[in-house]
């Protein structure tokens, strides 16, 4: 069931109930996230700046990743070496880089069930990662330069992500930034699909 904001011509994922919806999205406009940008004919975009899939290779090769390591990802939950709440500041930090707004709307809802504050999650999605755990600090300001280099970090910072968190802990990290990464340029791409189709008017 859609809202009254989505009638207002927002983008909007249906399914939810009011004011869980409301709650969500006050986090999101509190963030300037893009989930809250919206088709303004009045207003043509004439370049599109999101990170998208550039070839169908590395498409299939993101696709297979989460088949390939499925043992892995099952893993991250049963060891609990990364707690729900971690998972989802690691998720907010690559999303608020990449800009995908369904990835925004999504993690902004996990991220509430993980027991983050709509006040965490509104900085984490503007960029600020000052006010993390200590303990997870270095890995979510990690996962902001990882997305930032897309996907190629400066190997002296993951000898610190290392360092900090040991070499499993490490590995599962970069699982669940690979993971979202697949999600987000998923999304980009296909505002890119909706960009193209509207002359340019689609701000995605």
């Known amino acids: ?4 904001v989505s009638r207002r011509g927002f983008a909007f994922v249906s399914g939810m109930t009011f004011p869980f919806d409301m709650a969500i999205l006050n986090i999101l406009i509190s963030s300037s996230s893009p989930y809250c940008n919206r088709l303004d004919s009045a207003v043509p975009v004439m370049k599109f700046n999101k990170r998208t899939y550039k070839n169908l290779k590395e498409l299939f ?3 297979w990743f989460p088949i390939r390591n499925r043992r892995r990802l099952k893993e991250v939950t049963n060891k609990g070496l990364i707690s729900p709440a971690f998972r989802e500041r690691l998720m907010l930090a690559v999303t608020a880089v990449d800009g995908c707004r369904y990835c925004s709307y999504f993690h902004a809802k996990q991220a509430l069930k993980s027991g983050l504050t709509p006040e965490e999650i ?6 600020d990662v000052d006010n993390c755990p200590e ?7 990690y996962a ?4 930032e280099s897309d996907a190629h970090p400066d190997p002296e910072v993951v000898r610190k992500l290392q360092q900090t968190y040991g070499v ?7 699982l669940m930034l690979r993971m979202i ?13 909706l960009y ?9």
């Not at 509104?122 to 960029?127: H, K, N, Y």
């Not at 303990?135 to 300001?141: F, L, Q, R, T, Y």
């Not at 902001?144 to 997305?147: G, L, N, R, T």
């Not at 990464?181 to 791409?189: D, E, F, I, K, P």
């Open 61 to 63: 090769s993101d696709l």
């Open 168 to 174: 499993e802990k490490t590995e599962f990290i970069h």
């Open 144 to 147: 902001q330069h990882w997305a």
């Open 181 to 193: 990464r697949l999600g987000n340029l998923l999304g980009n791409s296909w505002d890119y699909l």
């Open 135 to 141: 303990e997870e600090a270095v890995a979510v300001i």
């Open 1 to 4: 069931m859609k809202s009254d």
């Open 196 to 204: 193209r189709m509207s002359f340019g008017k689609w701000r995605g």
């Open 122 to 127: 509104s900085r984490l999605l503007s960029g």
